[in-house]
């Protein structure tokens, strides 16, 4: 497109040289004044595609470096896919995810060689959280419990009732040893199994005698579940964003009025600095004692009949405010979110003061990204995030959770490093917030 630019201002020039010579030539300027005009609308043509052509160079090159500069910083960040007929960006794209690549294929090496080894064991093996969240998986655990049930971040309270682990779990952890017991499934099923208790990481591992399930060397997991944030130190305007502790939040609600709406579902996942701990998450449904409108349902999915029998709101808030205590709270367009926890607490007749808090949607508003809008999914294209999931508030949170990771290299560019700095940069999106306000939020 640039080399065409070229041409058609070479062109342009030719056509002003060809009418000012045939003008001195013969005296006429009919044939002038037509080549002239000709030789401006292409030369306009022309500069307009060069100009075009350089600012999408120039922009890809700016998104490719900041995914570098996230990459530093965030080792799951991916680079941008689209090259925008850019081939100069393309090979510096190619050159670069083959050098990513190599260096993902050497860390994971170890842990393909650890799969292998827990992949030839022929019993049942499960691997979870203190939560329940299921961290390991190999072929005979999934044929037994249910290849949908218990994959790798699900929890195995959808195989297995809870109250049986939790009590193994505990029987194990008291013991220090390993322990035998039956565990009963969600089906009213019992299988035997044996208990031991992961002592610092948390959790345990059930493995369950398989007789008869066909063997297959195959292993799922995320041993990263198991890792738990540091102690909680409450943010003050210095504390810089490296070091921050954070709780990423969404609600699920009726509709989009605090006054009659009700929360359905309430998700979070908790932040450390630039590390997300999936395994520290919060993912409730919540009977809002109200029909769920059809428009509602249509976005997030979720049914009258699947909270038939989920617990009201003050029950759950008494579970949420732990892992919310001490942290800041995090949300896009988190207004909303806000509201609709405080109008909820108000008619609990619980005690709720809004939390030191920051908006994606804010910050990104103030960061003048190079972006066609502010939505959720926008900003998850533009800082490559995953959006398996959205419309329920865990997953949410996860994509808020990885969009806001993705963000601190930028916002450390724009200088912006401290909780307080960031507060400060919020503010400057003043159409944002003015437009929050006017929806009552």
Known sequence: MTTLAVVAAVL???????????????????????????????GAFALWHLFTGISRHFRNLERLRGA?????????????MDRDGDVEVGRLRDA??????????????????????????????????????VSLVNAPGKELLGAERVRAGTSV???????????AMARAGDQGQPV??????????????????????????????????????????????????????PAAEATPLRELDVTVVDTETTGLDPARDRI????????????????????????????????????????????????????????????????????HNVAF???????ECARA??????????DTLLLAAALDLDLPGLSLEALAEFFAVDVHGRHTALGDSLVTAEIYVRMLPRLREAGVTTFGQALALSRRARGVIARQKAAGW
């Open 264 to 331: 359905v579902s309430l998700g979070a996942v908790r932040v450390h600095g630039a590390r997300i701990y999936r395994g520290v998450g919060f993912d409730r449904l919540i009977n809002p004692g109200m029909p769920i409108p059809a428009r509602s349902v249509a976005v997030h999915g979720i049914t009258d009949g699947m909270v038939a029998d989920a617990d009201p709101f003050p029950r759950v808030f008494e579970d949420f405010v732990g892992l919310l205590s001490g942290t800041v709270l995090v949300g």
């Open 180 to 233: 035998e017991v039956t565990l009963t499934t969600v089906d009213g099923g019992a299988l035997r199994a044996r208990v031991v208790g992961l002592d610092e990481h948390g959790g345990a591992v059930l493995s369950f005698p398989a007789p008869g399930t066909r063997h297959r060397a195959e292993l799922e997991h995320d041993l990263a579940l198991h890792d738990r944030p540091p102690e909680v130190r």
């Open 157 to 167: 309270f959808a195989a297995l009732e809870r109250d049986s682990v939790i009590a």
């Open 96 to 133: 670069l995810a083959d050098l990513v690549a190599r260096y993902a294929e050497e860390r994971a090496t170890p842990d393909r060689r650890l799969g292998a080894v827990l992949a030839s064991r022929a019993e049942a093996l499960v691997g979870i959280t203190e939560q329940g969240q």
């Open 12 to 42: 342009a020039m030719l056509a002003l040289w060809l009418a000012f010579a045939t003008r001195q030539a013969d005296g006429q300027v009919g044939f002038a004044a037509f080549a002239l005009g000709a030789a401006s609308l292409v």
């Open 68 to 80: 570098l500069v996230m990459l530093a910083d965030n080792t799951h960040a991916v680079l941008p």
């Open 337 to 343: 979110d806000l509201a609709m926890l405080r109008r």
């Open 349 to 358: 007749g619980r005690s709720w003061a809004d939390p030191p808090f920051l």
